[in-house]
């Protein structure tokens, strides 16, 4: 079958491609270096909508290559290149239609379709440049390697594959060319390692020092200085020299730290990583076709897998569902803030404080109850700025700008009296909040919005002995406040409209993930996160050794074990949280004697580091009393997976969030859940748990498997 009837056919699985155009246009290249045809592609709208391929995009790229081999052949060109629109170079394939997809055979022609059209790239009668003047992801790199030469705006924000993170492999000619391009081990870390953490993005500087593009200019002239360039490359007087590539032993250690870093990352649980190792593996020999074919194959086996299902489902629950939050309030309810207030000045108070200011950018006052404390507040924010200024990510004026805008008093009725946001992060119990909330409000003005950093207590209860209990709001940030993007909005029995719009409207400006969450204890992620621990605990505490215990839930990928994230949650919080859930839920949620002793002994964890990796303190192996019974890993998994499928069905009957979608969207932005997971409950329904506990799937077919 041709290239053009292999488009054509796939065209019809994609029914909303968003179409990208490659519009050709030809002009002299200065120096006398001949004519040239500069392929643009573009999807007609502006950037906030990026360049993808699907089977009609890659038709029109079909098509301009037919348009310029004919001119070259005739010797009427003496080069090619392809760019994008403005800030967009191309960001891959069409995720949308690749879901829709039902048949191993459709998903083999679109890995072979992409492959067809960009490898004509290569096979031209005259070099080819790919300039990389915007984002570039996926496809959008891979159009490129398949070019004779590359250059990169140092204006770039985001360069990757990020394939592994969705659970595909880089399929149109990323896993067979970057090796053989930059070597096996710079290739690993651009392919495995920057996927699997957390889907890092190379900068344009980062993309030219790895040697994927031959030539760096700033973005401001970037397509004439790139253009000025390849005059220079075509005239001989700029030779590209490129290193010579280690296909011995370097090659081997590349691929063994592949997947080292994959095992520690999924365990051996999701498949896409190890694929692309494979496909590395091979690509030594430089045997492109057999490289091309071997990816075509992996793409349409991950592409009719669970995985990659539930990586789109997680990639669309982020990209859309997050920044349009299910149940928010009219966005017009919202009124302004100019002042925000936040009562205390601890690590948690002054971490928000610094998120308030540098978002915002509006007068930020901090309180405590002593000016020693105060100070501490408003010296870490100052220190935070000065930390940015030192890494050249704000410039001295907005340095001094936001330094004074950051204030401390003692007095709230000082602070407070024209601010129109005020947030608490003061110690986790209920009198003392509801102490402060009564102070806040005798001198906060009466529009002003009343927000609670509580992890688990509730917001209704905090609220019922103010007079305006309307305008409180659980407003609660997950640790640490900078990186992790979920923000858990809490609506009180007595909440607003108009408070909790202003609540919502601050999330965005403060660039979080908002899910709208019913007052229950402990809201979703702790509650969740509680009730696995909870499992954990109560098998070592039975009588499972700890490491067997630790080792059942690898398969889940999570970026870190249940300890572990013990020991970084603070065993006391852990230990507090569980002791708020056993009173509301006392059947279903237990207070471990065990962790209870390891927080009476001032224990910050289970495990000590002498050696570089956690083992077990013997300190606290000495206080662990267990009883006999011992689980297999297998036992043990099932046991945790059985009961987070349990708390997550009750959750939904109760109406904590409103569905199971929003579950997933906090798992992912707030406890770093894998996306390959799709968060849990994809998971849940693939590994049959949710019907073994619930009688029934949490999700509709189709939505984050194969359709039906």
């Known amino acids: 079958m041709s290239t053009t009837e292999l488009l054509k056919q796939a065209s019809g699985l994609f029914p909303d491609e968003v179409v ?62 392809i760019t994008g629109k403005p800030f967009i170079f191309a960001v891959g394939a069409d995720l949308k239609g690749v879901e829709l997809l039902k048949e191993h055979e459709h998903a083999l022609a679109i890995g072979k379709g992409g492959h067809e059209v960009f490898k004509r790239l290569s096979g031209l009668a005259v070099p080819t440049f790919a300039y990389y003047n915007g984002a570039a992801m996926g496809g959008g790199v891979e159009v490129g390697l398949h070019c004779t030469y590359r250059t990169v705006s140092k204006a770039i924000p985001a ?18 060319l970057l090796p053989n391009l930059i070597g096996a081990d710079k290739a690993v870390s651009v392919i495995i390692e920057n996927s699997l953490n957390q889907n890092k993005q190379l900068k344009g500087k980062q993309v030219f020092e790895l040697g994927i593009a031959d030539a760096l200019f700033e973005g401001a002239d970037f397509l004439e200085q790139s253009l000025l360039w390849t005059a220079k490359v075509l005239k001989g007087d700029v030779t590209v020299e490129r290193p010579e590539i280690d296909r011995g032993e370097a090659w081997d250690q590349a691929v063994a730290k592949g997947r080292f870093i994959a095992d520690s990352k999924v365990h051996g649980a999701a498949p896409a990583a ?117 890494k050249g990510r704000i410039h001295q004026d907005k340095a001094n700008r936001l330094k004074a805008l950051v204030t401390g008093v003692l007095d709230k009725a000082e602070g407070f009296a024209d601010a129109d946001f005020i947030i608490e992060a003061v110690f986790e119990e209920m009198s003392v909040k509801q102490k402060v909330f009564a102070e806040v409000e005798a001198v906060a003005p009466a529009h002003a919005v009343l927000a609670t950093n509580t992890s688990s207590l509730s917001v209704s209860e905090m609220a019922s002995k103010l007079q305006h209990p309307e305008r409180v709001v659980g407003f609660h940030f997950f640790n640490p406040v900078a990186i992790l993007p979920l923000l858990e909005i809490v609506r009180g029995e007595q909440t607003d409209d108009a408070s909790l719009a202003t609540a919502f409207a601050v999330a965005k400006k403060l660039k979080k993930t908002a899910v709208l969450v019913k007052d229950a204890p402990a809201f979703v992620v702790n509650r969740i996160l509680t009730r696995f621990m909870g499992e954990i605990q109560n098998v070592i505490d039975e009588g499972t050794p700890v490491e067997v215990a630790e ?124 996306f390959h997971l799709g968060g849990i409950t994809p998971y849940l329904d693939r590994e049959g748990v949710s019907e073994r506990v619930n009688g029934k799937p949490f999700l509709s077919p189709g939505v984050a498997s194969v359709p039906a």
């Open 159 to 176: 360069f990757s594959l990020p394939e592994v993170f969705l659970g595909l492999v880089p399929g149109w000619g990323g896993c067979t």
């Open 20 to 81: 990208t155009s490659a519009h050709v246009r030809h002009f002299d290249l200065p120096f006398g270096a001949g004519r040239f045809a500069l392929i643009t592609l573009d999807n007609g709208l502006d950037h906030t909508k990026p360049t993808t391929f699907g089977p009609a995009s890659l038709a029109n790229l079909n098509a301009a290559i037919d348009q310029v081999e004919q001119e070259a052949a005739e010797g009427a060109l003496a080069g090619i290149g």
């Open 551 to 674: 080792k059942a839930v690898e398969p889940l990928g999570l970026p870190m074990s249940p300890l572990v994230l013990l020991e970084l949650v603070g065993p006391a919080i852990g230990l507090h949280v569980s002791e708020t859930l056993n009173r509301a839920f006392p059947d279903r949620f237990t207070v471990s004697p065990n962790l209870k002793a390891v927080v009476e002994a001032g224990k910050r964890g289970f495990y000590v580091y002498d050696s570089g990796k956690p083992e077990l303190d013997p300190e606290v192996a000495a206080l662990l009393k267990q009883g006999d019974v011992v689980l297999t890993e297998e036992q043990v998994r099932d046991r945790v997976l059985d009961a987070v499928a349990q708390e997550i069905g009750l959750m939904l009957d109760e109406g904590v969030v409103a569905e199971a979608q929003d579950i997933d969207l906090c798992l992912i932005t707030g406890a770093g859940w894998p």
């Open 274 to 390: 190890y694929r692309a190792l494979e496909i590395i593996e091979a690509a030594r020999n430089g045997d492109l076709q057999q490289g091309y074919d071997a990816e075509d194959q992996a793409l349409a086996d991950l592409i009719m897998g669970g995985e990659l299902r539930a990586g789109i489902y997680s990639f669309n629950l982020v990209q859309k569902r997050g920044k349009r939050p299910v149940g928010a309030p009219d966005k017009s309810l919202a009124r302004p803030v100019t002042k925000v207030g936040v009562v205390g000045a601890g690590l948690m108070a002054s971490q928000l404080a610094l998120l308030f200011l540098r978002r915002l950018e509006v007068p930020v006052v901090l309180t405590d109850i002593d000016q020693e404390r105060v100070d501490k507040g408003v010296g870490y924010v100052h220190g935070e700025i000065d930390k940015l200024l030192g």
